[in-house]
């Protein structure tokens, strides 16, 4: 169901731009203002995100351990899965972040005759991989539209995805493999059952953007080929602020354009805020060593407990007869001696 | 009590495949042997807990206030200014399923809201649909639903069917922990006096009188008492641990079940037999007679009042620092919440160092408090104690990581390290049911209770179906675990999937295998063990 829908909603983005662009002209619209728009909307709302994150504190410091603690000096320990400082938690992060450490431990868990077993499943953790790492490349690489002249480090960054040589312009290999990770990642989807089951339809919802941003891409560079000289001279002016939509750029990039732009409005109301989110997560980022050090919890309010006192006036009898000391400095064993003097 | 069945036809109606019907439109069904009893009236209303009645989650009407949506709301809105763990586990979740087939609960019920995004999510979804703009307008579409009864009806069920293990968070590629979703999940159900009454009453009694059992200080010491007696039935030795002792030097302190039930009280014993054996300058405390915390599973302030005793008697008594026994979320509490919640430690306390070898325990400088396998690890290191593993010789043991210290602590080498210097077989269970990964006994969190019983053998499966390989493979007939809930809960899993296979403490084995000077020299000679058994097979002479 869910999937019905993003897909109508990503056909439905296509044809809102046919219409607007290809029939209306309101080149200016999606060119200029939609892109604005979407490009500030994604920047303010990041920025608010992580600051509504910050607002609420840890209060507790709730590592998850995931490797030996330090404790006694000859049990070796394990600094990337239980950090004992900033130093060795910026490790724990840094493997998270860039190589989706927890993703790599995944198991499958299987039943075999009366029998559970639990076997390594890294395909998740590959196409993740392959998604993400290809996207960012694709990233970088677009930044030749947005920078004059052209850095050479992205250049060198084009010429490295393309260094196969296959078609004219060269095919970038990010392409296919950013392909491949969107389709793992759909089809799990729907071929897990459990998969399909916990899937919203805002989890099809950006694969489907992306399948349409990055199609429209392709179909861009090698099928209908777009004025790439008006494409520059627009991005440009973007980023100078000086909005211009020169003439003759087709409609396919408008496609590409309001499918990034969509991604990017979308970006902070939805699961994609993970991007940040992670680095934030308090398991994950604290270090391991909430014995040595005292982590403050900016709400505390002092612990109201029946003290030893109060409780030894209540069970007194029981501690005289049961042979356990009294403890002569309450100050109601001393009343009670009072008490018993003055009868 | 719902009827138990036969664990072979309980093990084959396990079917992970989820029904036809999305999970918004499949109402929560109680099943029988899945759900715990509500908390005694009279319980409730001890505590000062809001709308103490009489009720049953088997009723249609439930009883709670006519304002609930509000208290509920207003709640939550409170939690998620007050934990960022909450908002940001709330807000990053993308259903990557990672975390879908690592619940015990899951994998032995296959109910599919208990697969940990699921679970979260029966949260999650209210979260969207009340408090954030694209759930308000997209509603379903973006996972979002309004709070209604028969949610809160779910949430009870789901979130007592969550033992806080955090196994899933391990795999969580963000490190969302379900533990800390669930944990909000009872609080707000506090919040509407819903609530079971395995551990409200505990928690009930651990406030008023002590600890958990709700045993008076001259109970306590008798139990102890009797614990001794069968020590010297054993061992020839007298002891006589002191209570409430000013002075000592340290002060002990154990979760209840372990002076109280079988097997547990054969870990106490082991503990009272090593400190005679080192001639230990510590005291136990009749009041501060609970290291367990079953305020953990209720609210943080709970957990928080609860602990509170811990610093308060070790600064009475001026002791010198803290050993906690074996125990899981009491270790999750010591390891991760007391500096915050109690601290600082009264000044009084000095950074522990071990009176026999002279260890300073640098990693526990601030809360002064060490785990008692650090103690005992630190000893072997030492060469400090004498030991005959062949004594545990009739045992193949192997080691249950219990899911706090594991993964609340990071506790996996110093336990393995004394079960090595104790036993002469030691066996690991398969590596992904161990240490970060291990599996829950599928009674933690307060949930080891009878009428819970259909739900706690499916949830322990797969710890115990990882025993029964080492069972076969290796004879394994010994499961060693530091947690008193998981001497309680293994011994009946056991019995239910694995029977050949008994559990014990590790320190149960180190006060077998100590030997005393007098043992040393053949003036005393041990025949049995702690549980007086003959401590080898009979057909082998004991020596």
């Not at chain 1, 392959?130 to 850095?151: E, G, Q």
């Not at chain 2, 009042?305 to 620092?321: M, P, Q, S, T």
């Not at chain 2, 100590?514 to 063990?529: A, I, M, Q, S």
Request: a neutral charge; glycine letters at 6%; proline letters at 6%.
């Amino acid at each position: 169901m869910g999937a019905v829908f993003a897909l109508i909603t990503v056909v439905a983005f296509v044809l809102v731009v046919y219409l607007g662009v290809g029939v209306a002209g309101l080149h200016f619209l999606f060119g200029v203002i939609i892109p604005y728009v979407a490009f500030f909307t994604f920047l303010i709302g990041m920025i608010y995100r992580v600051i509504e994150w910050a607002r609420s504190p840890v209060p507790f410091r709730i590592v998850t351990t995931c490797g030996q603690q330090k404790s006694l000096s000859w049990v070796k320990r394990n600094p990337l899965e239980s950090p004992y400082n900033n130093f060795e938690v910026a490790l724990r992060m840094f493997l998270e972040v860039v190589f989706f450490r927890s993703l790599f431990r995944n198991l499958k868990a299987e039943i075999k005759g009366r029998n559970l077993i639990y076997g390594s499943y890294k395909w998740l953790w590959l196409f993740a991989i392959l998604f993400h790492y290809s996207f960012f490349i694709i990233l970088l690489r677009h930044f030749r539209f947005f920078a004059y002249p052209v850095p050479k480090v992205i250049d060198g960054l084009n010429q490295l995805d393309a260094f196969l040589h296959i078609g004219l312009p060269h095919f970038y290999i990010t392409d296919a493999l950013i392909l491949a990770g969107l389709t793992f990642l759909f089809v799990r989807r729907l071929a897990d059952p459990k998969l399909r089951y916990i899937s919203l339809a805002s989890d099809y919802l950006p694969l489907f953007m992306i399948y349409g941003l990055v199609i429209s891409g392709i179909l861009m560079r090698h099928f209908f080929k777009v004025d790439v000289v008006g494409v520059k001279e627009l991005t440009m002016s973007l980023v100078h602020f000086s909005p211009k939509v020169p003439q003759g750029i087709g409609t396919i990039f408008f496609i590409h354009l309001f499918f990034i732009s969509a991604l990017m409005a979308y970006f902070p109301f939805s699961k994609l805020v993970h991007m940040l989110g992670v680095f934030l997560s308090p398991t994950r980022n604290l270090a391991n060593n909430s014995r040595a050090k005292r982590h403050i919890n900016p709400w505390n309010q002092p612990a109201k407990f029946k003290t030893y006192c109060e409780w030894q006036e209540i069970f007194y009898e029981q501690l005289v007869e049961s042979g356990q000391p009294i403890d002569e400095d309450c100050p109601q064993v001393k009343e009670r001696k009072k008490a018993e003097g003055a009868e | 009590m719902a009827k138990l069945p036969k664990p072979e036809e309980l093990f084959d109606s396990i079917d992970w495949t989820p029904p036809e019907t999305d999970w918004m439109d499949t109402p929560v069904e109680f099943q029988p042997g899945r759900w715990c009893y509500p908390a005694k009236k009279k319980v409730v209303e001890d505590l000062g807990f809001p709308n103490p009645r009489e009720w049953s989650p088997a009723d249609e009407d439930w009883k709670i206030p006519s304002n609930w949506r509000e208290i509920v709301l207003e709640g939550m809105k409170e939690r998620l200014e007050k934990y960022r763990s909450f908002k940001l586990f709330m807000d990053i979740c993308v259903r990557c399923g990672a975390c879908a087939d690592k619940c015990h609960y899951f994998l032995g019920s296959g109910d599919p809201k208990n697969m940990p995004v699921l679970r979260a999510e029966l949260m999650r979804s209210i979260y969207k649909g009340e408090f954030t703009l694209p759930g308000k307008i997209f509603g379903r579409l973006a996972g979002a639903r309004k709070l209604t009864e028969e949610v809160i009806k779910e949430w009870f069920y789901y979130y007592y069917q969550c033992s806080e293990c955090r196994r899933c968070s391990v795999f969580c590629p963000y490190g969302i922990d379900t533990c800390e979703v669930t944990m909000m999940g009872r609080e707000l159900l506090h919040l509407l006096g819903i609530n079971i009454n395995w551990i409200l009453e505990p928690v009930r009694n651990c406030v008023y009188i002590g600890n958990h059992l709700g045993l008076q200080p001259h109970t306590v010491k008798e139990n102890i008492e009797y614990l001794c007696w069968d020590i010297e039935e054993v061992t020839g030795l007298k002891i006589q641990p002191s209570f409430n002792r000013k002075g000592a030097e340290i002060l002990f302190v154990a979760p209840s079940g372990d002076y109280f039930a079988d097997p547990g009280i054969y870990t106490f014993m082991g503990y009272l037999v090593l400190f005679e054996y080192l001639g230990l300058d510590y005291t136990l405390s009749t009041y501060a007679s609970e290291g367990g915390n079953f305020g953990l599973f209720t609210s943080h302030e709970m957990m928080q009042k609860i602990n509170a005793k811990i610093y308060h008697e070790a600064e009475r008594l001026g002791v010198k620092f803290i050993i906690g026994g074996e125990c899981g979320h009491m270790w999750r509490v010591k390891h991760q919440y007391m500096d915050t919640v109690n601290g600082p430690a009264p000044s009084n306390l000095e950074v522990p160092k071990s009176p026999i070898t002279g260890t300073v325990f640098e990693h526990a400088k601030s809360t002064k408090m060490i785990h008692i396998c650090e103690f005992t690890a630190d000893l072997i290191a030492h060469g400090k104690l004498e030991l005959d593993p062949s004594r545990n010789d009739k045992y193949v043991v192997t080691f249950h990581d219990s899911c706090n210290p594991s993964r609340g602590m990071g506790f996996f080498e110093e336990p393995r390290f004394i079960l090595k210097h104790v036993c002469n077989n030691f066996y690991d269970m398969p590596e992904n049911t161990i240490r970060e990964k291990t599996f829950c006994c599928g009674s933690g969190s307060g949930l080891n209770t009878d009428e819970f019983m259909d739900m706690r053998m499916r949830g322990g499966l797969p710890r115990a179906n990882a025993v029964e390989y080492v069972h076969k493979k290796h004879g394994v007939n010994m499961l060693a675990c530091i947690c008193a809930i998981d001497r309680a809960a293994l011994s009946t899993l056991m019995q239910y999937w694995v029977p050949e296979v008994g559990v014990c403490g590790v320190h149960e084995l180190v006060a077998n295998a100590l030997v005393f000077p007098d043992e040393k020299t053949g003036k005393k000679k041990r025949t049995l063990d702690l549980r007086q058994q003959p401590l080898k097979p009979e057909d082998e002479e004991n020596v």
